[in-house]
């Protein structure tokens, strides 16, 4: 057989849920909610993105909060990047061994009506996003506090007729959304440009965020 279709370029995502998040989650919830009344004390002092009405954005140092719980997500996040990682490269353990990795990591807690416009992670390889508490999703916004990914081949829009219109994924024009559930981590290539819609929620969505960057110990 020699006929066959085949995805030339596609882009990588994973996705994992942290098993114990119905116990782990509630403790990160409050110690998010707590950190955020304090205002000005964790917030980030110098946003790369303009902050709307209904968004709080931590500073860059999460994971080097001493707390059980940040350290227990801060273990699984690197675990689920470090495998997605050694699969999508073709690494060793031994490799693996050698791998450093640097971060920024934050949290985000969204109320009504904010949201992300949409962006990319410069100077970073791999993004991840993990969802805490994904709030309250009110039936007529079913697209409330989503996270979009848009399909990077923009050429792949200037010419559309019946040969090419309803194509499948993953060879589609359009949007790829994430609506998140508590405990899912999400992981995509940092240059891939996202958004979060708005969130119409009578509650708080809370999600921790990360850039990471890597380096081989003796490069």
Partial sequence: M??????????PLAQEFHPEAKRLNP???????A???EGARYAN?????????????SDFNLFSWPEPCIQALRQFSWGVLGRTIAELNGYSPEEMQRLQIFSHTWFHVTRHGGFTILHTHPMASWSGVYCVDPGETPEDR??????RFHNPHHYSN???DAGIQRLQAPYHHGTWS???QPGQLVLFPSWLQHEVLPF????????VAFNCWFSMRDA
């Fill in 2 to 11: 020699t006929f066959q279709i085949y995805p030339a370029f596609a882009v």
């Fill in 27 to 33: 403790q990160i919830r409050e110690l998010l909610l």
């Fill in 35 to 37: 950190r955020e009344a």
């Fill in 45 to 57: 002092p110098n946003p790369s993105l303009k902050q709307h009405p209904g968004v709080f954005e």
């Fill in 142 to 147: 079913p697209e409330s506090g989503v996270l």
């Fill in 158 to 160: 200037y010419f559309t």
């Fill in 178 to 180: 994430i609506r998140f």
């Fill in 200 to 207: 119409y929620g009578r509650d708080e969505r809370i999600t």
